[in-house]
């Protein structure tokens, strides 16, 4: 982004020939848009650009407080820009610590009575804390501890601490409903060279009184 802005001001100033990529990106600029050599480099985001910087400062914020103040109580899931090795190493280490292949181990989901993460006194002692996801096409009942029909006009709301338990050969209640995690809206992704998805993370199995087939219909899913 530095050397970027910097060779555009050159380029404005008639300094440096002012290049097909560097005239791109002046008119996102002016249109409040995030420009194609900062997406080819970033994370997934459908942002205008001036969201998108102030989300990008409050990225920078949270890994910065992770290293200068130790570890947090939670992790914000949307600052990382690939969750998915995040969340492969809480099991590694969980696998280490009690001497267990990493193979038989996934994740259990257990949920809290907030969504604040300020509100969750200490850090567990294995697994994590995740916070910071929004629910499109339901809602969370905090007090019934389920999923419930969205409010009349809602699109999104904000999803509860969620504590993520590894757990060795979990098996999902076939009563709760895998729902999925993504990136951005859109829900569509490429499938990267690691293996992973480029917008889908991980199912959270979350707990209903309707049947799953339910909420599928109404493309209930967490969204970054």
Same mark, same amino acid.
Request: with cysteine; proline share 7%.
């Given at each position: #982004?530095?050397? @970027?802005? %910097? +060779? =555009?001001? $050159? ?10 990529? &560097? ?88 949920? #809290?009575?907030? @969504?604040? %993460? +300020? =509100?969750? $006194? ?10 910071? &996801? ?88 967490? #969204?970054?």
């Amino acid at each position: #982004m530095r050397n @970027t802005l %910097i +060779d =555009l001001k $050159k380029a404005i100033k008639g300094e440096v020939v002012m290049s097909a990529e &560097l005239d791109m990106m002046y008119q996102s600029l002016l249109n409040n848009q995030v420009p194609d050599l900062w997406k080819k480099v970033s994370y997934p985001s459908l942002r205008p650009l001036s969201s998108w910087f102030e989300d990008l400062q409050a990225r920078c914020n949270f890994f910065d407080t992770w290293l200068n103040k130790g570890k947090p109580k939670g992790f914000w899931i949307s600052a990382f820009f690939f969750p998915q090795g995040f969340l492969t190493s809480v099991l590694q280490n969980y696998a280490r610590k009690f001497k267990i292949p990493i193979d038989v181990l996934s994740f259990g989901f257990d949920f #809290m009575e907030t @969504t604040e %993460i +300020d =509100l969750v $006194k200490t850090a567990p002692e294995d697994g994590c804390y995740i916070y910071g &996801l929004f629910i499109e096409g339901c809602r969370f009942d905090l007090k019934k501890g389920r999923l419930e029909d969205s409010m009349p006009g809602v699109m999104y709301t904000n999803a509860p601490v969620i504590y993520f338990s590894p757990q060795e050969n979990y098996t999902p209640d076939p009563a709760d409903y895998g729902m999925p995690v993504y990136k951005t809206t859109t829900r569509a992704g490429t499938l990267s060279t690691t293996g992973h998805s480029t917008n889908f993370i991980i199912i959270i199995d979350v707990p209903t009184h309707m049947k799953p087939d339910y909420w599928i219909l109404n493309g209930a899913a967490f #969204m970054c």
